[in-house]
């Protein structure tokens, strides 16, 4: 080995080379757990506008901060997994609404075809996902005579003060 040769050797410090090769990975890092947490803040509040105002935005164990400030990747991991468990929270709540509005709707169809058979029950019209006033239910036609005589119908009331 030449002396110019040695030199340069000497020269490179190994510790600075790992460090450079960790920072590297490091910033890696850091954008795709920032890419995951973006992409999963979009999904959630897109679920929430989509079922607005049934479904609240806010987590009950969501943490807030009191200023701007830089995550570490451990916090940044804890981000994203609690976005991620909100997600399939929402979700579910979003499944669950779903279904009660179809259940709510085949409920209202049936009371319209048979209101016998569903004397004074109550649909409210926010279960159908229509609004937020209002309530459908099955009454007698005439009041007293009406429901002696069965004459039952349908009724959407206003609801709303």
Request: glycine share 10%.
């Amino acid at each position: 080995m030449a002396q110019t040769e040695q030199l340069t050797v000497d020269r490179l410090d190994p510790d600075r080379i790992f460090d450079e090769r960790m920072a590297g990975h490091e910033r890696m890092a850091r954008e795709a757990l920032r890419a995951q947490v973006a992409k999963l803040e979009r999904e959630l509040s897109g679920l929430v506008a989509q079922t607005f105002p049934h479904i609240s935005p806010r987590d009950a164990g969501s943490e807030t901060f009191s200023g701007p400030r830089l995550l570490g990747l451990a916090e940044l991991e804890r981000l994203r997994d609690r976005l991620a468990l909100r997600v399939g929270e929402v979700r579910g709540q979003v499944a669950e609404r779903a279904a009660l509005e179809r259940r709510s709707r085949a409920l209202l169809q049936r009371m319209k075809l048979e209101p016998g058979h569903y004397k004074f029950v109550r649909v409210p019209v926010a279960d159908l996902g229509d609004g937020h006033c209002g309530v459908w239910e099955v009454r007698p036609r005439l009041g007293l005579i009406g429901m002696l005589a069965g004459w039952w119908h349908v009724k959407l009331s206003s609801g709303c003060p």
